[in-house]
């Protein structure tokens, strides 16, 4: 059964850091492209960073760049975010979920795709 399991969300203040990790279970997770998502309340689920299966590309939204970093250990089936600069406008439910799909040097910057999701952990960023 595929597990993907989300850590390291809190509270922190503007410009501060954090690092949060998904853990993943189940699945041959070498092979598959993961990414990070974010929903605020009342709004829908955005892309925030997706990172190929070999690690080697990485993609980001734009109100990120710069300030977030996706990485992955393989050999430890898990996936990061360093999340640095943080704004209020980073507060959000963070999601990790795996798109099988993706092609070598590909991952989805939609929703579409991605079946399975963590549960979520909260990041709030307060000024």
């Known amino acids: 059964q595929v597990q993907l399991v989300e850590s390291g969300g809190g509270l922190v203040q503007a410009g501060g850091s954090l690092r949060l990790s998904c853990a993943a279970s189940?699945?041959?997770?070498?092979?598959?492209?993961l990414g990070w998502f974010r929903q605020a309340p009342g709004k829908e689920r955005e892309f925030v960073a997706c990172i190929t299966w070999s690690g080697f590309n990485s993609y980001y939204a734009d109100s990120v760049k710069g300030r977030f970093t996706i990485s992955r250990d393989n050999a430890k089936n898990t996936m990061y975010l360093q999340m640095n600069s943080l704004k209020t406008e980073d507060t959000a439910v963070y999601y990790c979920?795996?798109?099988?799909?993706?092609?070598?040097?590909?991952?989805?910057?939609?929703?579409?795709?991605?079946?399975?999701w963590g549960q979520g952990t909260q990041v709030t960023v307060s000024s």
């Open positions: 189940g699945h041959t997770f070498s092979s598959i492209a």
């Open positions: 979920g795996r798109d099988p799909l993706a092609g070598a040097s590909a991952c989805g910057r939609s929703t579409h795709g991605y079946d399975y």
